[in-house]
T-cell receptor
Framework: NAGVTQTPKFRVLKTGQSMTLLCAQD?????MYWYRQDPGMGLRLIHY???????AKGEVPDGYNVSRLKKQNFLLGLESAAPSQTSVYFC???????????FGDGTRLSIL | AQKITQTQPGMFVQEKEAVTLDCTYD???????LFWYKQPSSGEMIFLIY??????QNATEGRYSLNFQKARKSANLVISASQLGDSAMYFC?????????????FGTGTRLLVSP
């Protein structure tokens, strides 16, 4: 039961470096999401996708880009990492826009 | 705009007792869904229970039940017979329904600690 798999689980970056977080789901879900979780702020939506080849901005999209070239994968990119992007990042997927979202285990990202 | 309020930053309960985690919401949408998620210390987010605004009965999933009071705009989570493994953060969330995609709005969470 893989569900939603995020890689890597931990990463430390220096300011200005770039990296890509990978999310893969094996449930044939149409919708995929990237969130960030910061202390005392709950989860905030960064970007989302309603299907292969589509992406859209969420609540806090600045500094991030995404791509959904394949239905099962949703990539989150940081072009030039900043300390303010230190956070725990969660990927999620759902069958439709109103179905429960299934989350990955998270990626803990630290920007020095 | 939707808003979720969880007023209890932390809750304590003894093992085998029941506990209620509060959640109030604000929305102008006539149709919406309410969700509860559990986040253990290991970090993953686990879906627990769902309630639709037009559902006639309160949702139940095993030891979890959702006390849905539409007029009060509350969707409290009740955990019966608490277990040590229930110690975790709990998040309430909601989204409008039948209006295309609307982001899931989360509360700030309640930390539950179950003691032996």
């Amino acid at each position: 039961n893989a569900g939603v798999t995020q890689t890597p689980k931990f990463r430390v970056l220096k300011t200005g470096q770039s990296m890509t977080l990978l999310c893969a789901q094996d449930m044939n879900h149409e919708y995929m999401y990237w969130y960030r979780q910061d202390p005392g702020m709950g989860l905030r939506l960064i970007h989302y996708s309603v299907g292969e080849g589509t992406t859209a901005k969420g609540e806090v999209p600045d500094g991030y880009n995404v791509s959904r070239l394949k239905k099962q994968n949703f990539l989150l990119g940081l072009e030039s990492a900043a300390p303010s992007q230190t956070s725990v990042y969660f990927c999620a997927s759902s069958k439709t826009e109103n179905q429960p979202q299934h989350f990955g285990d998270g990626t803990r990202l630290s920007i020095l | 705009a939707q808003k979720i309020t969880q007023t209890q930053p932390g809750m304590f309960v003894q093992e085998k007792e029941a506990v209620t985690l509060d959640c109030t919401y604000d929305t102008s949408d006539p149709s919406y869904g309410l969700f509860w998620y559990k986040q253990p210390s290991s970090g993953e987010m686990i879906f627990l229970i769902y309630q639709g605004s037009y559902d006639q009965q309160n949702a139940t999933e095993g030891r979890y039940s959702l006390n849905f009071q539409k007029a009060r705009k509350s969707a409290n989570l009740v955990i019966s017979a608490s277990q040590l493994g229930d110690s975790a953060m709990y998040f309430c969330a909601m989204t409008p329904m039948n209006t295309g995609f609307q982001k899931l709005v989360f509360g700030t969470g309640t930390r539950l600690l179950v003691s032996p």
